[in-house]
Each structure stands twice: as C-alpha cells, then as structure tokens.
C-alpha cells in the first residue's frame, strides 16, 4: 500500500489526518483516448489509433474501477483485441504484485515485471502518483494510454467498432446529458460513496457519506420500481458502473466498510437489477469473487489487521432476475 514518489516507493497509505477523517481519491495522471483514427480524444495527445493486439489492459479482478473495464472488454467482443494481466488480490507494503499463487492471477503477461509500479515505473521512471489499476498500455509506444476507468470504458465502447463490428452503443448521443447526471450522483454517493464510509477516520467523516449512500440507494430502488435500467429500456454505461459496486455490496461493502443499514438483497428490484447484469453474456467470467472478497479484508490493514477473511452468506446472482 503506497506510492510513487519521484520514482521511489514511497510505502505509506492515504493520510486522511489532512483531510478531518475524509478519504479523498486522487486524480488519475495518465488521460490519453484511443480512437478510430489515432486522433487525440477529449484529452491528452494523438497517435493512440485502434489496432488489434496493440494494447493491454492491467487489472485486478477485486477493483470495482477495474471491473468496469473488463466488463467493457467483454461485451464489446475486445477479448481478441485487447489482451490481458491480472494482479493478486493481496495488496500490501508493495502495493499490487504479480504474484502467481492463487486461481485467476496471471502474472505480467507483457513484461514478466514483478510489481504494477514497475508498469507506471517503465511509461515514467520519475513518476509520482499513485499505483491504481485498471491500466491502458500500449505495447507499440511503451507507454500507459489511461489509468482512469471512466475514460477507458468509453474508448472500448467505440473506438474498435470499425475491427470488432460490435456497433452496441452503452453511450448513445441522446442520453448523454442524463447518462452524465446518473453519474455524477452515484458516483460520488455510491461508488465512491462505500468508500468514503469504509475509510473514514472520523465519526463525522463516516456520517457523512454514509447517510447520502442510503438515500441515493433508496432513490434508485423506486427508479428501478418503474424503469427496467437507470435510463429506462436502454442498458447505458451508467447501469454498468453502478453495477460494479452492487456485486461487491453485500460480500464487502455491508460488513468490511460498515454499509450496514441494508443489504442489497433487501431491496427487490436492486437486487434483480444487479442479477440481470450479472446474467449478461460475458459478465460472469468478469466476475472473480474470491479476488473481491480477499482483496478488501486482506489489504487494508486499519480496517481489518488481522486479515480474517468472513464466512459471508451464499448468494445465488444466477438465480432469474425476472425483470423484463
Ligand atoms: N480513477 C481511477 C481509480 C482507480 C483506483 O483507485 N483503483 C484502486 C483499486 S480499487 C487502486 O488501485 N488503489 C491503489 C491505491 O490507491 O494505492 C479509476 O477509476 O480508474
């Protein structure tokens, strides 16, 4: 658990002292776009063009972040394209490892490296920032294209249409302005809501984003009472990213960061939403929830030190969602 300091390790975790017990996520450096044509996308610079085989993608099966990439890869037929590294659940004084000793990991496919930063380390040796996953690279420049996954799933949604002839549309022109406020909201109260509850260092802190992620979760139950998805009949990229933090609420987020008012199987139509998605065609292979359930009561030392793993209940996600 750690950081890049000029290129140096620096093995310390987010100091929420500065911040009144707050956790305050920091900001993805690498924001470069592949496109169709190689031109440069709302960010960043040019010559990232849609190749197949050119790029990789480095994960971690426990990151909801993550998630949404290897979900994206999937149901837009990139599997063949984009090829693939999974790291250890187990993120500890190193940071996220390429150890090999459990089912799932794959090691660094690319490089045979032993640590992500090493990834980070080789696109900027001077580096400083974080070690987060997902990471974009690109294996013809040698360097990271994007670590932030909100920019990354919109890439994999078109820009190799014209290689794949997956022409599905998860941010059609027409509702992106809601798309975007969906977003805006869950995210900050629910995907990095759970967060913001599970690492504060204060009541206060804790408070704070605990009663917004129940209020929003509410909200979104009634939504889901008379709208099949977020946007209505239209599965959007905003279902997706809600999603990712649905499948790891009641294995992680209820009891390891003390989300606990409800669970998501005490709400009918969250519950077979989160169902539907799973039964997706390709979701389930993206769904490695022994990596969840380890990575989060494994890794984060103020939270759990004793690193014991809960017996959590069985729950059945391929039971018929029957929403329709
Ligand atoms: N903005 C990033 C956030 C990614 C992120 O925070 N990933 C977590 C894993 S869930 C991580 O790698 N954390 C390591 C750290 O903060 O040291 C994105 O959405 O891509």
């Known amino acids: 658990m750690g950081q890049l300091i000029d290129g140096k390790w620096d093995d310390r975790w987010y100091d929420t002292k500065a911040s009144g017990g707050k956790f305050v996520r920091s900001t993805a450096g690498f924001r470069n776009w592949i496109t169709a044509d190689g031109s ?4 960043g610079t040019d010559g990232f063009k849609a190749e197949s085989g050119r790029y990789h993608l480095y994960v971690s099966y426990a990151c909801p972040w993550a998630h949404r990439t290897l ?13 693939l590294s999974v790291v250890h659940p187990d993120m500890l004084s190193d940071g996220w490892t390429f150890a090999t000793d459990l089912p799932g990991t794959t090691g660094d496919t690319l490089f045979g490296l032993q640590f992500l930063r090493d990834i980070y380390l080789r696109a900027d040796p001077q580096i400083s920032g974080r070690v987060t996953v997902p990471i974009l690279w690109d294996k013809q420049r040698n360097t990271i294209v994007s670590n932030e996954s909100s920019e990354i799933i919109r890439m994999l949604n078109s820009a190799f249409d014209g290689i794949t002839g997956n022409h599905d549309d998860y941010w059609p022109a027409p509702l992106r302005d809601q798309i975007e406020q969906m977003n805006t909201r869950i995210y900050d109260t629910i995907n990095n809501g759970v967060y913001k509850a599970g690492f504060a260092t204060s009541q206060s802190a804790y408070d704070d984003a605990v009663g917004p992620l129940f209020d929003s979760l509410d909200w979104l139950e009634a939504h889901l009472s008379s709208n099949r998805y977020l946007l209505g009949d239209t599965l959007t990229e905003a279902d997706w990213r809600l999603f990712t933090t649905l499948i790891r609420f009641d294995p ?12 998501i199987i ?6 077979g939403f989160t169902r539907e998605l799973y039964q997706h065609p390709g979701v389930a292979e993206t769904t490695e929830m022994n990596h969840i359930v380890r990575h ?20 059945d996600y391929a039971k018929p969602h029957g929403r329709s």
């Open 71 to 83: 979900i994206f890869r999937a149901i837009k037929g990139l599997s063949e394209h984009i090829t």
């Open 40 to 43: 440069a996308g709302p960010s």
């Open 252 to 263: 992680v987020y209820h009891l390891h960061f003390k989300c606990n008012r409800r669970r």
């Open 266 to 271: 005490d709400y009918p139509n969250l519950w």
């Open 296 to 315: 989060y009561h494994y890794s984060h030392d103020t939270i759990n030190p004793n690193r014991i793993i809960p017996i959590n209940p069985v729950l």
